[in-house]
Nanobody, 124 residues
Framework: QVQLVESGGGLVQAGGSLRLSCAAS????????MGWFRQVPGKEREFVAA????????YYPDSVKGRFTISRDNAKNTVYLQMNSLKPEDTAVYYC?????????????????WGQGTQVTVSS
């Protein structure tokens, strides 16, 4: 069993930056690929970023590529999402997820665990 707890959300002006963290419990963190998704009310959950279990491979959709960076520290059981050049359309609840592979997370499948979410609001 893995529990995921996100933190770091908040209110930021357009063009600003935020860093989200997701702390995982359990001794198997390093065996999971990790990812971030976001969701706004009335819309489907959207893939934002994924990283392989080793941290070597990363995956992003075009909407955040070049602005967001995912990374992980397996010694600290934590995955991060650095978000730069934020836009109002990045406003959403951001969820951390653990899955079988980065590519599988990118395709929206094989998610084993979800966090509870953290709100990110970008003002114009």
């Amino acid at each position: 069993q893995v529990q995921l707890v996100e933190s770091g959300g908040g209110l930021v002006q357009a063009g600003g930056s935020l860093r989200l963290s997701c702390a995982a419990s359990g001794r198997t963190f390093s065996s999971y690929a990790m990812g971030w998704f976001r969701q706004v009310p009335g819309k489907e959950r959207e893939f934002v970023a994924a990283v392989s279990s080793s941290g070597i491979a990363t995956y992003y959709p075009d909407s955040v590529k070049g602005r967001f960076t995912i990374s992980r520290d397996n010694a600290k059981n934590t995955v991060y999402l650095q978000m730069n050049s934020l836009k109002p359309e990045d406003t959403a609840v951001y969820y951390c997820a653990a899955g079988q592979s980065g590519r599988a997370i990118q395709s929206g499948g094989a998610i084993n665990y979800w966090g509870q979410g953290t709100q990110v609001t970008v003002s114009s």
